[in-house]
């Protein structure tokens, strides 16, 4: 199976719960999470830094978006590794960071919340993409890291553009 990383803005969005997603945009959403509980696995930390940004987002009982079953299937398949596989990532010594998130000048401003969707799919062994709905610092920042091997997976282009 192929294997994805899932920003929270995905799910978000997907709920129609982003201020700035058309309705095309949350419909891309929720297909793209369809189609992952279907055909994919879902990389998360194994120190739940990602599901406690989902718990936060989103609602655990798996209502009332169509995000929100999404993260209710993440955390009933989470001991399936078929389905939701958890990574080791390192927080750094002065806990602002993540070891896995590369050291590079032209990335000092990327979002420090994102970081650990970055760490996560760096130190896999399957070069996920991170699939992101409405968040445009993954456009701003995508050529950095490409630099390094992550790929973005835009699903809601038109919300990408350069400040």
Known sequence: MTAVVVDTNVPVAANGESSHASV???????????????????LVDEGWEILREYKRLCHPDGRPGAGD???????????????????????TADG????????????????????KFVA????????????NATDTDWWLFREALARHGVTVEFLCPDLMRER
């Open 120 to 131: 996560v799919a760096l130190a896999s062994s399957d070069s996920p993409p991170i699939v």
């Open 24 to 42: 095309q945009c949350g419909v891309a959403a929720e297909r793209r999470l369809r189609t992952i509980q279907t055909r994919e696995t879902v």
């Open 69 to 91: 079953p999404f993260f209710k299937w993440v955390l009933t398949n989470r001991g399936n590794e078929t389905r939701v596989r958890l990574v080791p990532i390192h927080v």
């Open 96 to 115: 602002a960071d993540f070891t896995e998130f590369p050291r590079d000048s032209t990335l000092t401003a990327f979002d420090r919340d994102d970081r």
